[in-house]
Structure formats: C-alpha cells, structure tokens
C-alpha cells in the first residue's frame, strides 16, 4: 500500500517495476490477520509513506551515484521544494549493470540489464481541513535473460530438416531479452471532520507492459533435451484501475474506520510460438 493505494501485483523484477527506493519516506509492516482494507491478501501487509515537498520553503536534494565490482552504475537525483500550504517532491534515478537478474551459473554471462525511474508527489493543502496530494510514477527496465553454458554455441538443423541427412550448424548463442514499462497515476483527497474524523478519497490506476522478446535467429533459442523446444515471445499488459475511499473516527481510546474499495483488472496477452526442436514431433 503506497499512500493508500492498493499494489497488490508482485512488484519483482520479471513480474514489474519498483517504486523508486529514493522516493519512500517511511515503512510500516503489518504481520498476521491483516485489517479488514487490507483483506483482498492474507499475507504481510507493507504500508508505504512517500517523501513530500510540504513545508519546505527551501529547496533540498540530494545527488548520489556508485559504482560496483559486478559493474553497476546507479545514480538519483531528488529534489523537495514547497511552501506552507503546497509542495513538491521529484526524483529521477537509473541503473546500468552487468548483472542485472541472479545468473545460474558461478561465471555470469548474458545478463546486463538497465532501470529508470521518475516519480513526482504534488501536496496542496487548500485549507486547515482539506488538501489533496498526487502521485506520478513511470519506471522502465530492460534486461537479458541470463543463459548457461546450454544455450552457448547452439546447434540447429539449418537445412534439409526433411530429409534422412538434415544439416547441422552452429545457430550461435541465446539472446532472450525483456523489457517492462510502468506508469502509476493516484490523487488522494483529505477531509479533515471535526476534531476526531477524517475522510479520504483515492482513485488509481497502474499499468504494466511487458514485452519478452526471441534471439534473433530463433533456432538459436533450442534448448537442452526436454527443457526447451519452441522460440517463445510474449506482450503483455496489466491495467488496474479503482477507487478507494473510508473515514476513520478516533474517540478516546477507541477508533473506528469503515470504507468502500472497488478495483477493475484488465489483462491482455499476445503470445507466440515456433517449434526449434526437429526432433519433437
């Protein structure tokens, strides 16, 4: 839950992109029965505050970069700038490594990989009992599938698969590749009732596109014996959109909250296949 909205998606890197680390103010972790807003999971529930530029009258930011023995290069910008009743914070980061998912083997080859990340929060505070704030992510990554020493130097069937005396040929080496985007779109509304109740309001919506993409010579793709038989490629798009929305009253020692959410999911997939295996069929 980032702000109040609901990521209830694997969030690792094959499945989807992060939320920038850069951008994350505060993590709280909910362990065992999860509250009711949270009941659409039964597992950990993490709560996630993200860094806001409200109140900073003077610009802040910060500028890091690293370097790493496997060749990561990651770099961040980020800047808070605000006022009392307004503020903004923006960051931008990205990542080029040599080893980007974890490889099979002990010597790593064929996994580099890159990142970028933008994330901007907006808070405007219109009086002592309203306020609304933003959030805007978009993240992309591209990355190679890691091989083993199987898919170096590949030999295929390049001609005469027909016949009793097919020839066969070094195809060269796997190249599978993958690529996410990611965008996030959610503004929060506030409402602050009296001195013990507070509204909120929250639209979403989160979208995913992944694409996996095929060597570039598909026979190059074959695999060992009864691992992989087809060069695959796949585009894929997860959408979810919703709204949210509860008010929680705090009387004493005893507090109450009750609320609506409802969440629409929208899937396509376009896949394809081609045999590379003369000998599965």
Sequence with gaps: SVDGQPITDQTSKTFSNQLPSNAVQSISVIEGAPPAEYGGKTSLVINVTTRSGLGITRPTGSVTTSYGSFGPSPGSINLSYGGKTWGNFFEIDGLNTGRFLDSPEFSVFHDKGNEQNVFDRVDRQFSKKDSVHLDLNYSRSWFQTPNTYDNLNVR?????????????????????RSKIVTFDIAPTYTRVIGSNAVFTFGPSIRKDSYDYYPSNN????????????????????????GVYTNISYVKGINTSKAGLQYSQTYLREHDGLGIVDPAYN
Excluded at 158 to 175: H, K, L, R, Y
Excluded at 219 to 236: K, V
Aim: proline share 7%.
């Design 156 to 176: 295929n069937v390049v001609s005469g698969g027909d016949t009793a005396n097919p020839t066969f040929a070094n195809v060269g080496n796997a190249d599978q």
């Design 218 to 241: 598909p026979l190059a793709d074959r695999g060992p014996a009864n691992l992989q038989t087809s060069s695959i490629t796949q585009a894929r798009a997860l959408t979810d959109a």
